[in-house]
């Protein structure tokens, strides 16, 4: 019973962590004594830690999350974003970020509306993550502070020079050869040694690290997450006075740089992204240069077997022979911008790759990309002739056919690829079942699909009229959901494995009466659930049509159901039409193989899910909390069928069904409350 008691200490301890009180005061402080009409004022977000605790700075680095203020009450007023202090380096065993502690003041300035007289009352919700060496908790506080127009206001006292923006920029020159960037000191400047990035262009890692020799600063650039060539290159620094000053870097062609061997020959996978923004690609436009942009995301399992292609030695030759800019429009996180780009091409979710040339329509390509079709599109964009025919021309019928032929093909999509051994397991079952079950089953969960199809759409309609820019597979941009759906992919592959018995009538298999046509129905729900990462080809075309604002509801919802008709015919033809399935082999001792077998791609699925997970959150410490968590989840499970079989005795029954509950309940209760 060890083992027992090791899990609920664990779970005490977590529970223990849920409950920890907030150690970061944060309050709005005035700054201005005088607050004029048509002129500007100076405020903070106060900061003040408990010793050992820290916030972050506007790049937090390996982990942590800026603090953030969402303005409810402005009276008028505009108020700009964050002015930053400088941060501190804090590395806590090889996790490097950059942080504040004690108190900190992060300004914002409030621009007063000319002729305003009286108060300015200003409210907001703050949200931060405070961290220790233990752990990180989000907290959120509703902030007021109200500002008297005129003299008399009471000012808090700052350090002006800790504020980079308030001082003159220092310029200076580098040069990089792509796996070191190399920044000349500037001259007759006492400068500190650790230079804060203000991206990701060099990692926190290589900032603890840097080199300082020959009045030259050399950064690693290896695991950096942005490029050099994504933005601006400025860093923060002390100064000699002991304030913050920003610096620029301009790059230059290194002094001795070795001519590559083949020019025109890159690396098969080695080309080079960018950010995509409207600004990039608009420049990239006005250069001449084609333009290849791939909306994708981490949670999109279509968008990421598309990748392969790019990993083409002719792929990249010809992208690289041609002068692409390939920009990458990452869609992982809610994002409103991207959203708006993505219906310019009648679509409301990913994939989607494009080439845009200036003065020729968009070559738009399908959602399951081949090498071949990247470079005939190329070809034709780089002869001035269009890849694709217009949309228009289609008839209502033809994207009605196109959705159902999507659903079919989303059986064979990654997503779905788990259930469909849990549902051939439930056929074999069914072979010898009499043909009014096998057709009641069939019938279930086909509605079962279809009825997850509407509440999809539905959920997708509301969201959109009230202002939500949302598609297929929004809900994959939810942390909670994916965090979910995780669990559930845990939970029933260690079901099929058979380390506990929840009944497999879940996956799809079972045939019996009662609960089983309950489970039968909800085995058609999780397989819509789980098909959402997914877009079969022709698909993503078909929504953009379907969810068009040019559609009526009762169109939409026609297109949703078709898509659930065409995904679960299948299953229907294998339960309408019996010598189908009696096509099937006899139920026998490969059911069990084949039922163990299958947990391995929810395991797959599940660490994909933890992969997506890591990218939406961006918080290493939650993230290391949640794989421990789903190792908690499975010891609940565990003991569960440990203990809680049949032939246990009462007792023991019960208290493994007590112990497994509580595990279970307080680390799921502990991972959604602290979900930052």
């Not at 690693?220 to 050099?228: G, N, P, R, S």
């Not at 990748?307 to 994002?335: H, N, P």
Request: charged share 20%.
């Amino acid at each position: 019973m060890r083992l027992l008691a090791l899990g609920l200490l664990s779970l005490f301890a977590l529970l223990g962590d849920l409950s920890a009180a907030v150690r970061t005061k944060v309050d709005l402080v005035n700054l201005t004594p005088d607050v004029r009409a048509g002129e500007k004022a100076l405020i903070a977000l106060r900061f003040r830690c408990d010793p050992h605790f820290h916030v972050y700075w506007k790049n937090p680095g390996d982990a942590g999350a800026s603090p953030t203020i969402e303005w409810t009450e402005k009276s008028g007023a505009t108020i700009g974003g964050f002015i930053w202090p400088g941060p501190k380096l804090l590395d806590q065993a090889g996790i490097m970020n950059f942080v504040y502690e004690d108190e900190t003041l992060v300004l914002l300035e409030v621009a007063i509306p000319a002729g305003k007289t009286g108060t300015v009352v200003l409210k907001g919700k703050a949200e931060w993550l405070e961290c220790d060496d233990k752990g990180c908790w989000p907290y959120d506080k509703q902030v007021e502070l109200t500002l008297k127009v005129g003299a008399g206001n009471a000012a808090y006292k700052y350090d002006r020079k800790l504020y980079p923006n308030f001082r003159p920029v220092i310029p200076t020159t580098g040069s990089s050869d792509g796996k070191i960037l190399t920044v000349n000191l500037p001259a007759e400047r006492k400068l500190a040694d650790t230079w804060f990035p203000e991206r990701n262009f060099v990692t926190p890692n290589a900032t603890a690290f840097q080199k300082k020799a020959g009045g030259k600063l050399t950064f690693e650039l290896k695991d950096a997450t942005e490029t050099l060539a994504s933005g601006p290159l400025n860093f923060t620094t002390r100064a000699e006075d002991g304030g913050f000053v920003d610096i620029n870097v301009k790059l230059v062609a290194a002094a001795t740089q070795p001519a590559p061997a083949e020019t025109t020959k890159p690396h098969a996978g080695g080309i080079e992204w960018q950010p995509w923004s409207p600004e990039s690609q608009a420049k990239a436009l006005a250069d001449g240069k084609i333009v290849y942009v791939d909306f994708t995301a981490r949670w999109c399992a279509t968008c990421q077997v598309n990748k392969r292609v790019y990993k083409q030695e002719d792929v990249a030759q010809a992208l690289a022979a041609a002068g692409v800019v390939l920009l990458k429009a990452d869609w992982t996180k809610k994002d409103e911008v991207i959203a708006d780009e993505l219906r310019k091409y009648g679509r409301t979710g990913i994939p989607l790759n494009v080439f845009l040339k200036t003065g020729q329509p968009p070559a738009v390509l399908s959602e399951a990309l081949t090498g071949t079709e990247v470079i005939a599109a190329l070809k034709s964009v780089t002869a001035g002739k269009a890849y694709q025919a217009e949309t228009i021309t289609h008839t209502f019928a033809f994207w009605l056919l196109l959705a159902f032929g999507g659903g079919m093909l989303l059986n064979l999509m990654p997503c779905v690829f788990p259930m469909i051994g849990l549902k051939v397991l439930g056929f074999a079952k069914e072979a010898g079942a009499s043909r009014r079950t096998v057709i009641l089953n069939g019938l279930l969960y086909a509605a079962g699909v279809i009825v997850s199809f509407l509440a999809l759409a539905l959920l997708i309609i509301g969201l959109k009229s009230g202002g939500s820019s949302v598609g297929w597979g929004f809900q994959m941009q939810s942390p909670g959901f994916v965090l979910g759906t995780c669990v559930l992919m845990i939970v029933l592959g260690l079901s099929l494995v058979g380390v506990f018995e929840i009944g497999v009538g879940l996956g799809g298999v079972s045939a019996g009466e009662g609960e089983g046509r309950v489970a039968t129905f909800l085995s058609g729900v999780l397989a819509t659930v789980v098909a959402t990462p997914c877009t079969a080809p022709g698909l993503g075309a078909a929504l953009g049509f379907a969810l068009d604002k040019e559609r009526s509801t009762g169109e939409t919802l026609l297109f949703f159901t078709v898509i659930g008709l065409g995904m679960a015919l299948p299953y229907l033809l294998l339960s309408v039409f019996p010598r189908l399935a009696a096509m099937l082999p006899r139920p026998g001792e490969w059911m069990e193989s084949l039922k163990q077998g299958m947990a391995f791609p929810l395991f797959a699925y599940a660490l994909y899910l933890l992969w997506v997970l890591n990218a939406l959150v961006e918080d290493a410490a939650w993230v290391r909390d949640a794989s421990l968590g789903l190792a908690l989840i499975a010891t609940a499970c565990w003991i569960l069928g440990r203990w809680g079989a049949l032939h246990r005795t009462d007792k023991e029954r019960l208290t493994a069904k007590l112990i497994a509950v509580t595990l279970f309940a307080g680390t799921l209760a502990y991972l959604f409350g602290t979900l930052p």
